[in-house]
């Protein structure tokens, strides 16, 4: 068993175990011979924990997943179809597929078998990406995880996914949060995300499937990020049954786990989150509040979404926000895994969630986060709302993240950024939604001023804005000489006094989206 082990780091191929499974097996008559010759301790002991480990990590320790948009397995399907040659981008996909099924012969297939596919709009996503594994000549084992993003998608989850699970008895589903938010608002998406959970969970049920919902929040506010313990008590009932599966990336993977201390702490937080979530009695209190409040969330989504989208599908949105945020020049700075825009585009829609969100917290708006929520609070009852906030946890951490974000807005900062763009119409617009948007708020919270309950956050964003707001007024100096025509040396200045304010401020107000 040592040879095969070592064999199975480094070689001979030959002489390797082909899976896990059959490093259990001998692990397993290992102790069954031992239990049977009364050496119980040595049987369950230290071997015990050795199977324990096995069975967790496998060979791999950590499982691989791939992710893809539709529109590149779209393009590829019709390329290996024509049989002309495959563009770049085509074959990356079939040499991917190759490589995935390298890594299951070497290391059992569980080492790398979901395949994410994004932006899933029809049961066809999911099995083109099936076509181009055979396409491959690999043939890889794969879970295929559709991920549901646009509000149309999130709708048709149910059909889509009906359509393609057969007899499968298992089922993974990811879930969007940060295309969804710069979609539709953080208050729709919100709720769209929770209505599909809910009808998602209802068609396991009839189904007898075994749904593991996988969370695709981000660090900021305005991509589902927040307290994980809070969010995980916040889902709709039934969508959790013992599991919870949530990315953790950027700057939150250093904030919950470069301590162990904090990481342990974390990770105990979040499972009690998930048991008691997953409790008959949450379960039930939860589905009688997303009943009874069934028909506020109607009339706050429908507000909501009609000033969300008033303001981004305004005339001249675009390339007013390109003059008022530093999103073209964050998107020139190697700050993030890919590039900020899909396929170059300048549409709004084509940029990608990160730099959409990282952008407003620079100009110290946080928008992501809150924009629309006044609208939907002013056009329901305060009664029927303080109601809600009190007896539904979905609705009490909608409210309690769109604080934390507000509370991280300077108004008379942003007021500056806005006027670089020369639109006071969408200034006026904007600003007037933030303070219809705190009055609210307040209003239905109870509280007299932002974070009133929250009395260590508050120091600590008072403590830090002074700092913060110097390097604000630095990255205005720099966008007003670039929006000026800055040329030559000039303009490498300011860009690299533009870099030094952007990592300031992301430091200071820590988070970057």
């Not at 390797?16 to 102790?31: H, M």
């Not at 599909?196 to 189904?207: D, M």
């Not at 675009?318 to 700050?335: K, N, T, Y």
């Not at 110290?364 to 009190?390: D, H, I, K, T, V």
């Amino acid at each position: 068993m040592t040879d095969r082990i070592r064999a199975t780091r480094a070689g001979p191929a030959e002489l390797a175990y082909g899976s896990p499974r059959l490093l259990l097996e001998d692990l397993r008559t290992v102790q069954r011979s031992l239990a049977a010759g009364r050496a119980s301790r040595q049987a369950y002991g230290e071997l015990q924990n050795l199977i324990w480990q096995v069975e967790t990590f496998g060979f791999h320790l950590a499982e691989l997943e791939v992710r893809q948009h539709s529109r590149v397995h779209e393009r590829a399907l019709q390329e290996v179809r024509s049989g002309r040659k495959l563009s770049p981008e085509s074959e990356e996909v079939l040499v991917t597929m190759r490589a995935i099924a390298g890594i299951q012969r070497r290391f059992g297939p569980d080492a790398c078998r979901r395949y994410v596919v994004s932006f899933a709009r029809s049961a066809g996503d999911i099995l083109a990406v099936h076509q181009l594994a055979a396409a491959s000549g690999a043939r890889p084992r794969l879970d295929v995880v559709p991920l549901f993003e646009t509000a149309d998608d999130l709708a048709r989850c149910v059909e889509i996914v009906d359509r393609v699970a057969g007899r499968r008895r298992r089922l993974e589903v990811m879930l969007g949060y940060s295309d969804s938010a710069k979609e539709s608002g953080p208050v729709s998406a919100s709720l769209a995300l929770y209505d599909a959970q809910a009808r998602l969970v209802a068609w396991a049920h009839e189904r007898r499937v075994e749904l593991t919902l996988f969370h695709g929040r981000g660090g900021a506010l305005g991509r589902g990020g927040g307290p994980a313990n809070r969010a995980v008590l916040a889902q709709a009932p039934g969508s959790l049954g013992g599991r919870f599966k949530v990315t953790e990336q950027g700057e939150v993977i250093f904030a919950r786990y470069a301590n162990p201390a904090i990481g342990r702490r974390h990770l105990e937080q979040t499972a009690s989150a998930v048991l008691l979530a997953s409790t008959p009695a949450v379960e039930e209190r939860a589905r009688r509040a997303a009943e009874d409040f069934a028909g506020l969330a109607s009339t706050i989504d429908a507000a909501a979404r009609a000033a969300y989208r008033g303001l981004v599908e305004s005339h001249g949105f675009e390339e007013w926000f390109a003059q008022v945020s530093p999103i073209d020049e964050l998107g020139r700075m190697r700050l993030g895994s890919r590039p900020a825009r899909r396929g170059g585009s300048r549409k709004l829609a084509d940029l990608r969630a990160i730099p959409w969100v990282f952008a407003w917290s620079q100009m110290r708006l946080n928008l992501p986060g809150w924009y629309g929520l006044g609208s939907g609070l002013a056009a329901a009852r305060l009664e029927e709302l303080q109601r809600a906030y009190r007896d539904w946890p979905l609705f009490n951490v909608l409210l309690d993240n769109a604080e934390m974000s507000l509370a991280k807005t300077d108004r008379r900062i942003a007021a500056e950024y806005l006027a670089l763009g020369h639109r006071p119409d969408l200034s006026e617009q904007l600003l007037e939604e933030y303070d219809r948007t705190v009055e609210r708020l307040l209003a239905v919270t109870g509280h007299t001023r932002l974070l009133e309950e929250r009395r260590v956050l508050s120091w600590a964003v008072e403590l830090r804005n002074p700092y913060v707001d110097a390097l604000s007024h630095l990255q205005l100096r720099a966008l007003r000489g670039l929006r000026s025509g800055a040329r030559g040396r000039e303009r490498g200045r300011l860009e690299g006094l533009l870099l030094l304010t952007v990592n300031g401020v992301a430091a200071g107000l820590q988070n970057t989206g």
